[in-house]
Every structure is written in structure tokens, then in C-alpha cells.
């Protein structure tokens, strides 16, 4: 490829991820350039819920890592970000879920985070608008939701950052080629770009699960916690058919945006009308007075996700000078803080605030590609 | 709740109501919906200061005697529900209609244009203080100016003048050569011929257009431009009419086409989707007359009796020649697209200015950053103004198009419950 040398490193896609890497390397003192189509992504359809997951060591540390930095940003973030670490409630509907609280507790406080075991009575004081006949929930205090399309507008707003609109066609180690004929190149080339990788890079093995999300009109303000039913775990773990969980986050508006839906396989942006009436039945179950609110949106994205569920961090271990940053699946918001200091001390070989084995790509790219 | 009919109308104003009765002949099971709370549309909105015209209270009489004709107002068409069905919502609960045909009568809505002052209380759009005037809005001897386009205006100032208001100005942004001529050309059509002798009207004036409403808590003035021209007139109430937007959200979520901003439809009404028609504002504006042929057309067509609809044809034609007199005679004067300063709203739900928006790459990366668009009115007022301001595309709907209660989209579930276990 004849291209042009633009940047130190050439980061494609700007949602959230790609914006963390950007800003991340900028910050070393590199020159970024940022290309992106923009045609939205994960990150805009996101519901934004940043928190704690602890389904393994791996994903524990990553999000602990990554609420920590959001904590330290929280300050510096425009008030059009919308951060509020508004914790968040894993609600126990049963005794054998009250039990699966316990133990969430157990492995988060060991980690050192925040969290305490509500019973009943402190769960209705908590939050009256729930159901009356919950066993109680589990608060993760350093939980917290924020408006991610502007976060990005923040983290690119950095002198080593150039953005640019363009749509890359193709990859070559560290250069790539745009639609309108151009070849660009750098040191190294970073692919941020959620599900649509595919299409650069196909041998990625990521696969789309559909959400679609609901928001109401503005109401004078009665839940202030994150409301996750403890059943979302076992939701998102499914392996095959479509699912649904209680997931209910109110915004600084005195909006309530609800969740939440997973479907493999479909790439069609429209909404399932049976899927989104399930999930709102999911939501009412929990939290009756919703049935009079009016919805005002519901719109859908695609999460990527990779085969083990961790995002791929790190050098493509077949295209010398291609480094990548997706897979997020649904965590992409909450990890992009911490998924780019992984990526960003890799390329520039430093030590790596946390092991970086269980998202390095060649994990999963174990046989060199055809290309 | 499930009802099935073998024919629903979305939309019971001058189309819908036709549409209905031509359907109604062949004994075909109908049912007539519509968000408001009586049938009539905006142009015959009822209320407790209307005299509706004759026409409009002979059809309603005689909607009322349809046997098979089921009509339910208040009911507003939240989503698709099925493949031919329907979720509707009206004051009571969330319902579906299946239908095995349908006619798109969703009209039109006004296009408001942002410039500064717009959001003062006292400014409305034409339409808007016409509605406002059925309902009872007390103007008698206020000062209302008027601004805009097409012959909206006219019949406007009419209204206002019924009740009591005085009529400061008629600013018309067309230019007087172009109103002359389609006045020259308004004896063509039926009842048309006193719209041109209206031109005469001592208030009216070409070439003029609003530049700002001004006031501190609501509004006191206006700043006009008349040709070369910047005059300010004293007044209680601004109202203008830049045009109107077809409502084609359900026809864009059903798959229909779309031509220039409105339903497509062919000779017979028939939009691009099999068994769907259209007829009336929403396939592009062109009044009442036009928008009763095409209801009766698509009406007719709709139960097969396709002789009738073509005998009709002639008479369309006709009416959409003044449709097309219209448009080219009111086409909007692109100096409306820059009255709008940095700090001007564009989104009142969300309090987005002008600046906000403008050097965004589209209607979506704006929306994201700025949450114009975002509100209640889910971008129907500030979508179509972008539209106009920026050149920026219609995005795709997505159910709800309407709010709605979430009690209402829990009917969306229409696949059995797995049984309980015992």
C-alpha cells in the first residue's frame, strides 16, 4: 500500500472504546488519528449502566478497574455526560436468590468493593416503588450510569487527537484504506469498531445479541437506584434463544430507561414487539407503578460478542501493526476506561495495570487467518 | 383485548370519512380511527365555538348511519402489532385491531420554523390558532398578525376576525407576481373563485415575512420583513404557517414508499405495499376537495369496486392540478431556513438552540449529542424543521409512534404463556 504516514496510531470507530484507546494513547504523548463513519453504534444504543460484573476473576477486574477510573473522571466530566454514581440493586425476588446476593457480596467485598446486603424492610425503604414481596437485594454502591455518546465527544477533545469522518474500506497491517480511494497509514492501526469489525476483519469471531431499550417520559423522580433483578445474570447467560431481565435506570431527566432484551443472530434494527412486551412485563413484575408511565422511545443495538464473553485487547496475532479493542458484549460502556489502559500499555510496552491474558486475541485466533 | 375488521382507516378527517362511506356500500366490516375526539380532521375540528360547514356535518350524519361502520375516536395507533394488525391506545386501555386492508388517512401536521421569540407565549402556528379558536381561546379584540404561506393564512385571518380579533397583517413570503398569477388561475376551480378576491384584503402583503417575535414574558410584537422593508407591528398573537408535513410515520414503519416527503400512492391510491392505500394530506397537501376524491377513490378500491373509483379519476385530476398550483406558488423562500439565531430553540422539549445543531454531520449525530428530538414530541416539530433548516434525511420510525402507556405495549405479547407449573 502506498499511504500516506497521518499519525503515530490510526484508531478506527469512535464509540466509547475507541474513544478510551484514543484518549488513552494521546495521553502518552502519541499522535492519534481517529477515523469513523458515523453511523452510530453500541455505544449510542447502550444503556449506559456503569457496573460491577463478577460472573469471572477476568471480567471482576476489568470492571472493578474500569468503575475506579470512571469514579476519578467523574469530576472533569461535562455535565452533558450525565454521570451519577447512583449505585446499583441486584433485587433477590426468592430466598434462593436472596442466597445467590449473599455470595455476590462475599466475592465483590473481597475485591475490596462497596457493597451491603439489604433485607426486605431496608429494600422497601430503599426504594418504595418496588414490589412489596421482594427477599431483599444487594447495593453496589460504586455503580454508576452516564451518557456515553457525549463521553466520547469529551475524551476525543484532545490536542495529539484528530477526528475525521471516513468510512475504511480495507486493513493492511498498519495502514488502511478509505471509500474514497485514500490510503492512510501509522505505526499502528487500533479496530474499535463494535460488531461491524466483521466486515475488516472476518476471521473475528463475533456474533450480534440484539437489545432493545424503552424510555418513558419525564416523571417526578420516586426510584434513584439501578434495578437489576437478580435473574439478569442467568438472562444473559442463555446461551440460544431470546431473553429478557428486569433492568430499570432512572435518569438525571426523570426519565426511566428500561431493559433489557437479548437476541442472537439478528442484525435487523427493528423492534420485536413480543420481546419488548416481555421485558416490560419483566420491569412491571418488579416495579407495578410503571404500567401507567408513558413510553416515549424504544430503539435497538447490536452488543458483540465474543465466544468466552471477554473483549478481545491487544495485538491481532496474524496482522502485524493491527491491534484490537471489541467484544464488549454489553460492558463495552463500563469497560472502556480500563480496556483501554490494557491496550494502550501493551502498544506502548509498558506493565499493564492487571493481566492482560484473558483478553489477548490470540486466545481466540489460534490458526493464522487466510488472508 | 382483539377485534378484527375486514377494512381499518387511520385518520377520520375529510379522506377518512370518505373513504368509509365509499367502502361502506359493499357491506364490508370498517373501522374508522382516529386521535381525536370527533371525527372531522383539523380542517373540520369541532368545538364549542364551530359552526362546521354543511358538507362536513352531512358526512358525519352520514358516517353515523353506517351499520358496518365501527368508529373510534380518542384512538391513537401506537405500533404494529402482527403482520396485519394494529396497537392502539385510547383513554381507557391498549387494544389490537387486525385488519385484512387498510387506508392511511393520517394528514398532515403544520411545519414550524424556529426564529427568534418563536417559543414566546402568544406565537402559534396558523393551524394551531385555529384549533385554538374551535376550543374556545377567547381573542376578541386582540391584534393578531399572521405569517407564512398559502392560502392557510387567508382562512385563518378569517377565523380570527370571526371571533373578534383584529388582523394587523397577512404576511405572504410569496412573492406578489407569483400570487397574481395563481389568483389569475384560481377561477379554474370550484368555490376557489373567492379565495382571489381574499388577495384584496387591506392586511395582506406579498412578499413579507416574519424575522422575530418580540416580547419579554409573551409576546408584544413583531419584526416583519416587507420587500426591501423591516416594519414592527404591535400585537397580542402571531400565528404561522410555513406549510404542512405529511404524517407518514405508520406508512414508513408499514414499508410504504415515500415521494417527495409524503405517501407514493398510484391511480387507484394503492401505496407500494399490497393492500394498503392512502389518500388525503398524507400522500401530499392539497386540501380538502382533493383529499375527499382521493378518500372516496381509495375507499372504492379498497373493497374491489374498481369502476367506481375510476369514474372519480377526472375529478382528482383536476384538484391535483391545484395542489400543484399550490406548490409551486408557496413554495417556501429559502431565507426561512436562516431566521433562527445561535441561540433560537429548535427542540422545545429538550431545550436544544439552533447552535446546538448546526454543524452536525445529520439529524442522528445531532440528536446524540444535543438530545434534540429526545422529548415527548418525539422530533415530529424539531425532525421536521431540521429537515427544512438542514437538508439533514427522515429517520426511520420505531414504535411507539405516539406516546404510550407501557400497560398498552404489554398487549404486544401475543404468543401463549409457557403453562405454569402445577
Redesign the interface.
Known amino acids: 500500500m502506498n499511504a500516506r504516514r497521518c499519525a503515530d496510531v490510526i484508531v478506527v470507530g469512535a464509540g466509547i472504546v475507541g474513544a478510551a484507546c484514543a484518549r488513552a494513547l494521546a495521553q502518552r504523548g502519541l499522535e492519534v488519528q481517529v477515523l469513523d463513519d458515523?453511523r452510530?453504534g453500541a455505544t449510542?444504543a447502550g444503556m449506559g449502566h456503569l457496573l460491577v460484573l463478577d460472573d469471572n476473576p477476568a471480567e471482576l477486574a476489568l470492571s472493578a478497574y474500569s468503575l475506579q477510573c470512571w469514579r476519578d473522571w467523574a469530576p472533569r466530566l461535562p455535565a452533558g455526560c450525565a454521570y451519577r454514581n447512583n449505585g446499583t440493586l441486584w433485587l433477590a425476588a426468592d430466598a434462593e436468590e436472596l442466597a445467590l446476593a449473599a455470595a455476590k457480596q462475599q466475592r465483590l467485598s473481597t475485591h475490596g468493593l462497596d457493597c451491603e446486603l439489604l433485607g426486605a424492610a431496608a429494600l422497601r425503604a430503599a426504594e418504595p416503588a418496588l414490589r412489596a414481596d421482594l427477599h431483599g437485594a444487594l447495593k453496589v454502591g460504586g455503580d454508576g450510569i452516564v451518557y456515553a455518546?457525549?463521553v466520547v465527544?469529551w475524551l476525543l477533545a484532545h490536542e495529539h487527537i484528530r477526528r475525521c469522518?471516513a468510512q475504511v474500506v480495507e486493513l493492511d497491517g498498519a495502514a488502511v484504506r478509505l471509500a474514497d480511494g485514500r490510503r492512510l497509514a501509522a505505526g499502528a492501526v487500533v479496530l474499535a469498531t463494535g460488531i461491524d469489525a466483521g466486515a475488516l476483519c472476518p476471521e473475528l469471531p463475533l456474533t450480534p445479541k440484539k437489545g432493545q431499550l424503552?424510555?418513558?417520559?419525564?416523571y417526578p423522580r420516586e426510584i434513584r437506584h439501578t434495578l437489576v433483578e437478580l435473574g439478569y445474570v442467568k438472562s444473559a447467560h442463555q446461551a440460544t434463544g431470546p431473553s429478557v431481565a428486569c433492568n430499570i435506570q432512572p435518569r438525571p431527566t426523570g426519565q426511566l430507561l428500561?431493559g433489557s432484551s437479548r437476541q442472537f443472530g439478528s442484525r435487523d434494527?427493528?423492534?420485536d414487539?413480543?420481546l419488548?412486551?416481555?421485558m416490560?412485563?419483566r420491569?412491571?413484575h418488579y416495579v407495578p407503578g410503571?404500567?401507567?408511565?408513558?413510553?416515549?422511545?424504544?430503539?435497538s443495538g447490536l452488543r458483540a460478542a465474543s465466544p468466552d464473553g471477554q473483549p478481545l485487547l491487544g495485538p491481532h496475532p496474524h496482522r502485524p501493526g493491527l491491534w484490537l479493542a471489541l467484544g464488549h458484549e454489553g460492558l463495552g460502556i463500563t469497560t472502556a476506561p480500563g480496556s483501554a489502559e490494557l491496550l494502550a500499555a501493551q502498544l506502548c510496552d509498558e506493565r499493564p495495570p492487571l493481566p492482560v491474558a484473558p483478553f489477548l486475541p490470540q486466545r481466540l485466533l489460534p490458526e493464522a487467518a487466510d488472508a | 383485548m382483539k377485534r378484527a375488521y375486514d377494512l381499518a382507516i387511520i385518520g377520520a378527517g375529510p379522506a377518512g370519512i370518505s373513504a368509509a362511506l365509499a367502502a361502506a356500500a359493499s357491506g364490508a366490516r370498517i373501522a374508522l380511527l382516529d386521535d381525536n375526539p370527533v371525527a372531522g380532521g383539523q380542517i373540520w375540528r369541532d368545538g364549542p365555538q364551530v359552526r362546521l360547514p354543511a358538507l362536513a356535518r352531512r358526512l358525519r350524519a352520514e358516517l353515523a348511519a353506517q351499520a358496518n361502520v365501527d368508529c373510534f375516536a380518542a384512538t391513537r395507533v401506537v405500533?404494529?402489532?402482527?403482520p396485519r394488525g394494529l396497537?392502539l391506545e385510547d383513554e381507557q386501555r391498549g387494544w389490537r385491531l387486525d385488519y385484512a386492508r387498510l387506508i392511511l388517512c393520517t394528514g398532515a401536521r403544520e411545519l414550524l420554523l424556529p426564529f427568534p421569540g418563536w417559543t414566546l407565549p402568544g406565537v402559534s402556528g396558523a393551524g394551531g390558532l385555529q384549533a385554538l379558536l374551535h376550543g374556545g381561546l377567547p381573542v376578541h379584540g386582540e391584534r393578531v398578525v399572521i405569517a407564512g404561506s398559502g392560502p392557510l393564512l387567508l382562512a385563518c385571518a378569517a377565523s380570527a376576525r370571526r371571533h373578534g380579533a383584529r388582523v394587523q397583517r397577512i404576511a405572504e413570503q410569496a412573492a406578489w407576481s407569483t400570487l397574481a398569477r395563481f389568483a389569475a388561475g384560481l377561477p379554474r376551480w370550484p368555490g376557489k373563485l373567492w379565495q382571489s378576491l381574499r388577495l384584496l384584503d387591506p392586511a395582506y402583503r406579498g412578499a413579507s415575512h416574519v424575522i422575530a417575535a418580540l416580547g419579554r414574558e409573551r409576546l408584544e410584537g413583531v419584526r416583519l420583513r416587507q420587500g426591501g422593508q423591516i416594519v414592527e407591528l404591535e400585537c397580542e398573537r402571531l400565528a404561522c404557517g410555513f406549510g404542512l408535513v405529511a404524517n407518514t410515520e405508520i406508512a414508513q414503519a408499514l414499508g410504504c414508499a415515500l415521494r417527495d416527503d409524503a405517501i407514493a400512492v398510484n391511480d387507484w391510491q394503492a401505496t407500494a405495499c399490497d393492500g394498503i392505500y392512502a389518500a388525503g394530506e398524507c400522500t401530499g397537501c392539497g386540501g380538502s376537495e382533493l383529499a375527499l376524491l382521493e378518500g372516496s377513490i381509495a375507499g372504492y378500491a379498497a373493497v374491489d369496486e374498481h369502476a367506481r373509483a375510476q369514474a372519480l379519476w377526472p375529478q382528482r385530476q383536476r384538484w391535483q392540478r391545484f395542489a400543484e398550483a399550490l406548490r409551486t406558488s408557496f413554495a417556501l423562500d429559502p431565507a426561512l431556513r436562516h431566521l433562527a439565531a445561535a441561540d433560537t430553540l429548535v427542540c422545545r422539549c429538550e431545550d436544544v438552540p439552533y447552535a446546538a445543531l448546526a454543524g452536525h454531520?445529520?439529524w442522528?449525530?445531532a440528536k446524540?449529542?444535543s438530545r434534540c428530538g429526545?422529548?415527548?414530541c418525539?422530533g415530529r416539530v424539531c425532525g421536521a424543521a431540521a429537515r427544512t433548516l438542514f437538508g439533514w434525511s427522515r429517520p426511520?420510525p420505531?414504535?411507539?409512534f405516539t406516546?404510550?402507556?407501557?400497560?398498552t405495549?404489554?398487549?404486544?405479547?401475543?404468543?401463549q404463556e409457557p403453562p405454569c407449573a402445577p
Do not use: F, S
Request: hydrophobic share 50%; net charge positive; glycine share 10%.
Open positions: 458515523y452510530g449510542a455518546p457525549n465527544d469522518r424503552l424510555i418513558t417520559d419525564r428500561i434494527p427493528g423492534i414487539g413480543t419488548l412486551a416481555r416490560l412485563k420491569a412491571v410503571l404500567a401507567t408511565l408513558n413510553a416515549i422511545r424504544c430503539w | 405500533a404494529l402489532a402482527g396497537l454531520a445529520g442522528h449525530a446524540l449529542a429526545m422529548g415527548a418525539q426511520a420505531r414504535p411507539p406516546p404510550a402507556r407501557i400497560a405495549l404489554l398487549e404486544l405479547d401475543d404468543e
